[in-house]
């Protein structure tokens, strides 16, 4: 009989929960602990971990916790196990300069949930996600090509990148939009003093762009102080965007606005996705009508007419509290698939994505 596969997760919040619950999914034995005793009781009595404590002999270690506890819980883990230890935090430049043994990596998967603690533990939160490992000049090839292996095993898709670099992107990708989204917030809360229907009419684009600014204050107070250098200069190149825009409406410089506004359109239509040429692809935008199951409608409908779906999403339209779904397709079977809806009652329409 085979040996289950062994495991520890050290914190076990949203993501040391999930973590715990996919590794145990595929048949892995898991330990947990967290600072919170209560909480490690309550991770086995969920099952979502085997036992509580560490296994010394462990094949891996996930340390889960806030940030600025992530070096001092790294360096535990390394002297109480025998196994790989990895980090699961944001931010990456710190901990990775002070860790130096050859068994760590450092990482940081990208998902999350609107749920907090063990409540939105999720076996496939990592499912399709990106998790970036950042290895350096002490990281071991075995133990960066088993950690690799694991990640990947979690169904996430494995990126590599320095831990000065991983700061950099995601202080712009992740963090300078958290922050964004809670100074509009507080703008959106100083005008409703003044207008009463405001956050009433707050939906839609709004609700999705603010969405974050629901993350826990203390978590993104740490994040400040780790990534601070990288935060601070992408918020000071967003702020120049910014006042480059205010000049543009101020002036009436139609033209260089609708540049602007042309630009940030193609990039976003261009963001990275599974698909492999986009140059090949059309957007077809479709409102969503107002009954239930109409957005799996298109993608039975894809099914019925051999339309292969590259990527899919619902947004909302700005104006009015409707779904939108995103569909990148095929150029070649743009008008059979632009018929079908049609004749299904949807209203589409299509723009090739270059």
């Known amino acids: 009989m085979t040996e289950p596969r062994t495991a520890n997760v050290i914190g076990l919040g949203l993501i040391g929960g999930s973590i715990a619950a996919a590794l145990r999914a595929r048949k892995w034995r898991v330990a947990g602990v967290d ?11 969920r099952e979502l971990i ?11 270690t996930f340390v889960a916790v806030p940030v600025l ?52 533990a999720d076996a496939n939160l990592f499912d399709g996600a990106i998790w970036v490992l950042t290895p350096d000049d002490d990281a071991d090839d075995l ?23 991983h700061d950099d992107v995601v202080s712009v990708i992740s963090h300078v939009p958290h922050l964004t989204a809670a100074s509009l917030m507080g703008l959106a809360a100083d005008r409703s003093i003044e207008h009463a229907a405001l956050l009433r009419l707050a939906a839609g684009g709004f609700r999705d762009m603010t969405r974050v600014a629901s993350g826990r204050p203390d978590i993104w107070l740490d994040i400040c ?12 190149h967003l702020i120049d965007e910014l006042t480059e825009v205010r000049t543009e409406i101020d002036e009436g410089k139609r033209s260089e606005l609708r540049d602007r506004l042309d630009r940030a359109r193609h990039e976003r239509a261009n963001l990275p996705s599974r698909v492999v040429h986009p140059e090949n692809l059309a957007e077809v935008r479709i409102p969503i009508p107002d009954r ?45 698939f632009r018929g079908g809806l049609i004749a299904r009652g949807f209203r589409p329409s299509v723009q090739a994505l270059t």
């Open 292 to 336: 239930a199951g109409a957005a799996a409608e298109v993608f039975v409908l894809a099914a019925d007419l051999s339309v292969n779906i590259a990527n899919f999403e619902v947004v909302h339209a700005a104006e009015r509290n409707l779904g939108v779904a995103v569909v990148l397709i095929d150029q070649a079977h743009v008008e059979v």
């Open 143 to 165: 133990v960066f090509a088993r950690l690799t292996a694991i990640v990947s095993e979690l169904g996430a898709e494995v990126l590599a990148l320095t831990p000065d670099r």
């Open 225 to 236: 102080e780790e990534n601070r250098t990288a935060i601070v200069s992408s918020l000071t």
């Open 50 to 60: 085997d036992s509580v404590g560490l296994d010394p002999a462990a094949t891996i």
């Open 35 to 45: 600072d919170d005793e209560a909480v490690s009781e309550s991770a086995k009595d």
């Open 69 to 120: 506890r992530g070096t001092d819980a790294v360096r535990d883990a390394l002297r109480e196990t025998t196994g790989i230890v990895t980090d699961v935090g944001s931010v990456k430049g710190p901990i990775c300069a002070a860790i130096t043994d050859s068994r760590f990596v450092g990482g940081h998967p990208m998902a999350g949930s609107e749920r907090n603690g063990l409540d939105g």
